[in-house]
């Protein structure tokens, strides 16, 4: 089967992909970097890279696809607070032109579960999305579903950073909200499942798990399977302005996010017939075992992905190609180079992880320090880590860094700064050769933004000097990492 995949680089993309992939479908995915597809490598030659971008029909035009099934999962709930309606009906509308010109025999949606009575920012322009699906004359299968658990996805982390961290919690009155959770592996089988099974065209679905819960009772279930003790009170008069600040600085989302999440969570959300199990065949995974198959999945590294690798959790950057060229003029430049006498595969095993748990090898609390002080201007601070404590790969999150470039034969390693900043900034980790012998050339480049750039540079000055010396001599001197 022929399959067209958009949203490959998201939290369900990335998860579908390889699913399709090994059952022998032909896939092609449209993306707007070929750069971020350095994950998928074990899958080349059994996949077609197309670039494109939905808010640029033009872009769409150039390629002569052909495809029996398109999955359309472009999302843009974390990009903003108030306008990705208006760019995912747009992405929308020129999905659906091209799909018409390239044979597309059925259309597959992932949308929200909806509430008659209410409906939140988010869900509304799913249902406007849904709209324009409906309307293209192309067979549509939408399947809606609620909030998702897996390791890695939004809602798990969000539950995971405010249970593990909090045993007391004074919490806002949506906890007492209704929602029906479904495990992501539930999701995936049922996105599989409804291919080309023309019962379900032109069809809207609900699909969720067998439970139906309340916010602060999926808090206590997961405490639960964690062996925690926990106890919540709901305070009625927190605002939904405080109820985002609440989320923003307890847990790893941006302001963006919680916003939209708070405004998401105080609709009630539970299927009115639940097709999952009829879809699959299946029954679905309880809450509580899908958390225990989130945490088996966390233990063995095999996080497939994380909502937090997505461009949108970004502050500001929305394409590798913009920034993967570092500057050289205008700019400030800290360059530092350490004599290698290790092996250089402990170097490299150095720079590929760093960051997360591992920390930045030197000075760590003048970093946790910097990352405090992000998230209280409206950054994103330090809480997202990394996804795999191995392996980096370009487009992922680290921190308050982005990977621009990771190649790990040549031992470069490229950062892009997303925390906020009176300008921008790189960090270059790369491995260079002269006179028989291999040094390790870390280079910190910051192009200022003004006035007040120029004097953030110079502000920071004395800590890099005793940061970067101190980062660089270490990740030279031996392997750190386990």
């Known amino acids: ?25 032909e896939v092609t995915c449209i993306v707007r970097d070929k750069r971020r597809f350095q994950s998928q490598s074990t899958y080349q030659g059994k996949l077609v890279l197309a670039e494109g971008d939905f808010l640029n029909p033009e872009s769409l035009n150039i390629h002569k696809i052909e495809a029996d099934v398109a999955f359309f999962l472009v999302h843009s709930m974390s990009s903003a607070i108030d306008s990705f309606e208006e760019m995912e009906v747009l992405s929308a509308r020129n999905f659906v032109a091209a799909a018409q010109t390239w044979g597309v025999k059925q259309i597959i949606f992932l949308s929200g579960l909806q509430n008659s009575m209410s409906v939140s920012p988010h869900l509304l322009s799913r249902l406007k999305v849904e709209q324009v699906l409906i309307q293209s004359g192309i067979p549509y299968t939408i399947l809606r579903a609620g909030i998702i658990v897996g390791s890695g996805s939004a809602s798990f982390e969000i539950i995971r950073d405010l249970t593990e961290k909090l045993p007391v919690m004074v919490t806002p009155r949506w906890l007492n909200t209704r929602c029906q959770p479904i495990a992501v592996r539930d999701v995936i089988n049922t996105l599989i499942s409804v291919m080309l099974h023309e019962p379900v065209y032109n069809q809207v ?27 919540i009170y709901v305070l009625p008069l927190m605002t939904p302005r405080l109820s985002s600040y609440w989320l923003y600085f307890i847990t790893s989302t941006s302001y963006k996010l919680a916003v939209n999440l708070v405004n998401s969570m105080k609709v009630e959300v539970v299927c009115r017939e639940n097709q999952t199990e009829k879809l699959t065949g299946m029954p679905p995974l309880t809450y509580k075992e899908s958390i225990s198959l989130a945490f088996e ?33 205008g ?10 006498k290790c092996n250089s595969a402990d170097v490299i095993a150095n720079i590929w992880g760093v960051g997360g748990e591992n920390g930045w090898y030197y000075a760590d609390f003048l970093w946790k320090i910097r990352g405090i002080m992000d998230k209280m201007v409206g950054g994103i601070g330090l809480r997202r880590g990394r996804t795999n404590p191995d392996e980096i790969f370009a487009g992922d ?8 470039l990771a190649d790990k034969p040549a031992g470069r390693l490229l950062l892009y700064a997303e925390m906020k900043l009176p300008g921008e900034a790189w960090l270059e980790y790369k491995l260079t050769e002269s006179s028989g012998s291999v040094f390790l050339t870390q280079t910190a480049t910051f192009r200022p933004r003004g006035l007040s750039g120029r004097l953030y540079w110079y502000a920071v000055w004395p800590f890099h000097q005793i940061i970067f010396k101190g980062m660089n001599r270490r990740m030279a001197s031996g392997r750190l990492v386990p």
């Open 397 to 404: 999150a680290l921190d308050f860094w982005r990977v621009l």
């Open 1 to 25: 089967m022929k399959i067209l995949l958009t949203g490959a680089t998201g939290y369900i993309g990335k998860r579908l992909l390889p699913v399709l992939l090994q059952a022998g479908h």
């Open 297 to 329: 999945k966390i233990a063995q590294h095999h996080v497939v992905s994380s909502w937090k690798d997505a461009l949108v959790s970004s502050s500001s950057l929305s394409s590798l190609k913009d920034y993967i060229s570092v500057p050289e003029y």
């Open 205 to 231: 679905l609900d699909i969720g798990g067998p439970d139906v819960l309340t916010y602060k009772q999926m808090l206590l279930q997961y405490a639960e399977v964690r062996g925690l003790w926990r106890k």
């Open 331 to 340: 700019c400030f430049h800290d360059k530092r180079q350490c004599k290698i």
